[in-house]
């Protein structure tokens, strides 16, 4: 009987010594840049383009000349001398109110809107679903509607609290506090809903209040949405610039916004290189606050747009 032929194992076979190594598949130019390639190009422009001005800003702060339309290419001139003058002006004063009002309107807007979003979240009222549903519609209306109507009204309440009325800052934190509250309190609320509420049962059978658990318990959890609403609600305030126009009218309580304008509004005395380093000061805090909140913003708001 004869034996069957043994089969040989597919074992790949080595290269010689003279033979070159086998080629790897390397993807084409073309295929590269329609799978790959063009996000790279879409990125590469987009970074121009926003940070193109940022560096003619700069370029500009660093210029004596004080135009932004001069021939002279980027960093051309490089002196601190518009910095130093801002030491000569009321910058400083502006930084100082701009930060006030920005601060106490984040501050203010987190409390205020926390404790609403928490009342709509975790109680059950008559007039509860009429009361989310107006806070949404009511911000469909741009606040611009009501200028002249926030304007009147700090008229005649200055007559009887002068603190309050026109060209008072602390007015002005309230405006901004009273446009702000309703997106906030919805945004806040849909991230109040994503908090279990057998949280709130244990805590009451432990004993504690609804006083105790919102801050000792429910704060700490939606402590990202807190964050979020902090920052958006500062970035707003710091830069805005239509009412508080309006409402500040000595140059002593002026925000950078209107301050940094009033340099520039004259066409023929406008010294763009001391606005440019204006501006330039004026991101930082911004950029700083940015920068240390980062890590909850993509958390906070994405969980803050679930529906409870």
């Not at 009429?130 to 007559?159: C, D, E, K, R």
């Not at 301050?259 to 204006?278: D, I, K, M, R, T």
């Not at 240390?292 to 993509?298: N, W």
């Amino acid at each position: 009987m004869a034996t069957p032929a043994p089969v040989a194992a597919s074992v790949p076979r080595a290269a010689s010594a003279g033979e070159a190594p086998p080629q790897r598949h390397r993807m084409s130019t073309r295929r590269w840049f329609t799978e790959i390639g063009w996000r790279h190009v879409v990125g590469v422009v987009a970074v121009v383009y926003a940070a193109f001005p940022l560096v003619y800003v700069v370029s500009a702060s660093l210029s004596e000349g004080g135009t932004l339309t001069g021939s002279n290419a980027l960093f051309s001139e490089i002196s601190t001398e518009n910095y130093a003058a801002l030491g000569d002006t009321v910058f400083w004063t502006w930084m100082g109110n701009t930060l006030f009002i920005a601060i106490s309107t984040a501050i203010g807007t987190v409390l205020m809107g926390a404790s609403a979003a928490y009342a709509f979240s975790r109680f059950r009222f008559t007039g509860r679903r009429v009361g989310l549903t107006s806070l949404l519609v009511i911000q469909m209306f741009p606040q611009m509607l009501a200028f002249v109507a926030i304007f009147l009204l700090l008229l005649g309440l200055g007559n009887v609290v002068p603190s309050l009325g026109v060209n008072s800052k602390i007015a002005l934190i309230c405006v901004y506090l009273g446009g702000a509250l309703g997106v906030n309190t919805f945004l806040m609320y849909g991230f109040f809903n994503t908090v279990p509420r057998e949280l709130d049962e244990a805590a009451k059978i432990d004993g504690a209040s609804h006083t105790q658990i919102y801050w000792t318990i429910i704060l700490r959890l939606v402590s990202p949405i807190l964050a979020v609403v902090g920052l958006l609600s500062f970035i707003s305030t710091f830069g805005e610039f239509i009412i508080a126009r309006v409402i500040l009218q000595s140059e002593s309580n002026w925000t950078l916004a209107v301050g940094l304008y009033g340099w520039v509004s004259a066409l023929l005395e406008a010294n763009w290189g001391l606005f440019a380093a204006g501006a330039v000061l004026a991101a930082i805090p911004v950029l700083a606050l940015f920068l240390f909140l980062q890590k909850y913003i993509v958390g906070g708001l994405t969980a803050g747009a679930v529906k409870g």
